[in-house]
């Protein structure tokens, strides 16, 4: 059965470093997410991504987040400077269609010291 | 009012038994609807769709209520691998955001 892959599964990091977080969504998708969720709260919406373009973000999505389809399969988010309160699990997700089921890949656990 | 609410449990029920709960949503454009079950630290996993019919999968009936903006979950012949966060799950807009509730805890007990 395909499924999303992300990578690393965990990334310690430095206040203030870029962080690259990557994804290979399921093959057939075309849209694309990022969602965030810190230690012990809900599962947070970052972006929405579909034909190589942001199509909604959400206020945590800032100046620093940027996302990128550099190739046909990989999907990332880069974190340009990273904050203490960045430190979540991040989830790549992907779907055929905007209003149809999403399929969460693994997560990220970023860890911010 | 929060976006999606949801009780959050925990839910002890014994090995067998069933259990319902449900949640609330606040945005009456909402078109999509799903459960998603959770376990500890790892990816929402799909459980199923909801639509307004009601609809059913296997031990697991899911129903939305449009009018009170509110989805149910039932589970039926509980078993101790059911145990998880149940996460109800509401898509907003075409461009398929999602708004998570906290999370419904349910532990099944031997």
């Known amino acids: 059965e395909p499924e999303v892959t992300q990578t690393p599964s965990h990334q310690v990091t430095q206040m203030g470093q870029e962080v690259i977080l990557r994804c290979v969504p399921i093959?057939?998708?075309?849209?694309f997410y990022w969602y965030r969720q810190i230690l012990g709260q809900k599962v947070e919406f970052l972006v929405s991504f579909y034909n190589n373009e942001i199509s909604e973000k959400s206020e945590i999505f800032d100046d620093q987040f940027s996302v990128e389809r550099p190739d046909g399969s990989n999907f990332t988010l880069k974190i340009r400077s990273t904050k203490l309160e960045d430190s979540a699990m991040y989830f790549c997700?992907?779907?055929?269609?905007?209003?149809?089921?999403?399929?969460f890949g693994p997560g990220t656990r970023l860890t911010v010291l | 009012r929060k976006e999606v609410e949801q009780d959050p449990g925990p839910f002890n029920v014994p090995e067998g038994a069933t259990v319902a709960f449900n949640c609330t949503y606040s945005?009456?454009?909402?078109?999509?609807f799903f459960w998603y079950r959770q376990d500890c630290r790892k990816e929402p996993k799909l459980l199923m769709s909801v639509y307004s019919s009601g609809n059913e999968d296997g031990r697991f009936t899911a129903q939305l209520n449009r009018a009170s903006q509110y989805i149910s979950l039932l589970i039926r012949d509980s078993k101790l691998s059911d145990s998880a966060t149940y996460l109800c799950v509401v898509n907003v807009d075409s461009w398929g955001k999602l708004q998570f509730g906290a999370g419904t805890q349910v532990v099944v007990t031997p």
């Open positions: 997700a992907s779907s055929t269609q905007g209003r149809v089921e999403q399929f």
């Open positions: 945005n009456s454009a909402s078109q999509s």
């Open positions: 093959s057939n998708h075309l849209y």
